[in-house]
C-alpha cells in the first residue's frame, strides 16, 4: 500500500517537517514557521557532551509530544535504542505500528529512514519494504528493507522510533497553544541540566558550547568535531530565525502583551549572530580549530541577546494571564 499526496515539510529541524507533513496530510496543514514555534522546537537547545550532530533529536517527549498535543491531536511514540531491555520486541512493534498506520491512512514519523540520522514519514508497506520520505526526497518516495533498519552502524545514537497520529480535534484553542509555547520558551531557556549532565539545554548549553569553543588551548572532541558543531549551529540557526518570525506574528496576535515585539527583535539578534557563526564554519566545519575563537564570540552574542529576548517574553506572559 502507497499514500498519495503526502510530503516532508523541509526544515533543519526534521521532527518538525516530519510531524508538520503528518499534520497536513490528515488535514491539520499550519504554516512551518507557526509549527515550529507553537510546538516549542522554535526555542529549543540541547547539547551532548561531545556535541553530536543527534543532539537536536535527544529529546525529552514526555514534554514534546504534549505541546504538539495542543494542537487538538493526539499521538502515540513507541522507542527503544539498541542496549535498551527488549529491545526486539520493541522494534517488531514499531514496525507493525508502522504497517497499522498506513492501512489507515496516515503516515507514520520514524528515525533514521534510509540511514539519514533524521525524521521521516513511512507512506508505503510492501511486505518487508518501507516508502519512505527524507529531507534528501521530501516528496518522491524511496524503497528500503526495513530488515536493514536501523542501521547497524549507528547503533551509539540510533533507535527503533514511531510517532503515529491517534485522533485529530475538528480544532485547537490557539492562544492556549500560543501561551503555552512562550511558557516553554521560558522555562527551556532557564532549564537545568540532565541528571547525569549528559544533556545541556537552554543558556546552560550556550555556556557549555561558548566555553568549550574559547578554551583554546583545551582540544575538540572527537575524531571529526567540526562536523557536531557546525550541524548544531545550523539547526539553532534555522530554530532561532523561525523563533523570531513567531514573536513577530505572536506580537501582532496580542497587541496587550507590547514586550512581544521587543521578544521578537532580541531572537533577530540571536539569528543574525548565529548566521555568523554558520558562515565560518558552514557544514562540515573543517575550519573549526582555527575559528574557534570567533564563533565563541558569536555564540556570546547569540545568548546575551537571547536572554534579553526570555525577559521580554516573560513580561509577556503576565500580560496574557
Not at 532561532?240 to 501582532?252: G, I, N, P, V, W
Not at 514586550?259 to 566545519?285: F, I, N, T
Request: with cysteine; aromatic share 8%.
Amino acid at each position: 500500500m502507497l499514500l498519495n499526496d503526502v510530503a516532508l515539510m523541509e526544515h533543519r529541524v526534521t521532527l518538525a517537517g516530519a510531524m508538520g507533513g503528518l499534520l497536513a496530510h490528515s488535514g491539520r496543514r499550519l504554516e512551518l514557521t507557526y509549527l515550529m514555534g507553537v510546538t516549542g522546537h522554535a526555542f529549543r537547545l540541547t547539547l551532548d557532551l561531545v556535541f553530536s550532530p543527534s543532539s537536536p533529536t535527544e529529546l525529552n517527549f514526555h514534554e514534546v509530544i504534549p505541546m504538539w498535543e495542543r494542537l487538538g491531536c493526539w499521538f502515540k511514540r513507541v522507542a527503544a535504542r539498541h542496549d535498551d531491555p527488549g529491545y526486539a520486541e520493541v522494534r517488531a512493534e514499531v514496525i507493525e505500528r508502522v504497517a497499522r498506520s498506513v492501512e489507515g491512512g496516515r503516515p507514520a514519523v520514524v528515525y533514521d529512514l534510509l540511514g539519514s540520522e533524521e525524521y521521516g514519514l513511512v507512506v508505503g508497506v510492501d511486505g518487508d519494504r518501507w516508502a519512505c520520505l527524507t529531507q534528501e526526497s521530501p516528496s518522491v518516495p524511496q524503497w528500503m528493507e526495513v530488515a536493514a533498519w536501523p542501521p547497524a552502524e549507528h547503533a551509539a545514537f540510533t533507535r527503533a522510533e514511531v510517532i503515529t497520529l491517534l485522533d485529530l480535534a475538528p480544532d485547537f484553542d490557539r492562544r492556549t497553544a500560543e501561551v503555552a509555547s512562550l511558557r516553554f520558551a521560558v522555562d527551556h531557556f532557564w532549564a537545568p541540566a540532565s541528571r547525569d549532565m549528559w544533556l545541556q539545554h537552554g543558556r546552560q548549553a550556550y555556556q557549555f558550547w561558548r566555553t568549550t569553543l574559547a578554551a583554546t588551548g583545551m582540544p575538540l572532541h572527537g575524531p571529526e568535531p567540526g562536523r557536531g558543531h557546525s550541524y548544531n549551529l545550523a539547526v539553532l540557526h534555522a530554530a532561532r530565525s523561525d523563533a523570531a518570525a513567531y514573536l513577530q506574528q505572536m506580537a501582532e496576535r496580542y497587541p496587550e502583551a507590547s514586550s512581544l515585539s521587543r521578544a521578537a527583535k532580541a531572537y533577530r539578534r540571536v539569528a543574525e549572530a548565529l548566521s555568523e557563526a554558520v558562515s565560518l564554519v558552514p557544514y562540515p566545519g573543517t575550519d573549526l580549530a582555527e575559528r574557534r575563537t570567533a564563533v565563541a564570540a558569536c555564540l556570546d552574542r547569540a545568548v546575551a541577546a537571547e536572554t534579553e529576548g526570555v525577559e521580554a517574553i516573560e513580561r509577556a506572559l503576565r500580560a496574557l494571564r
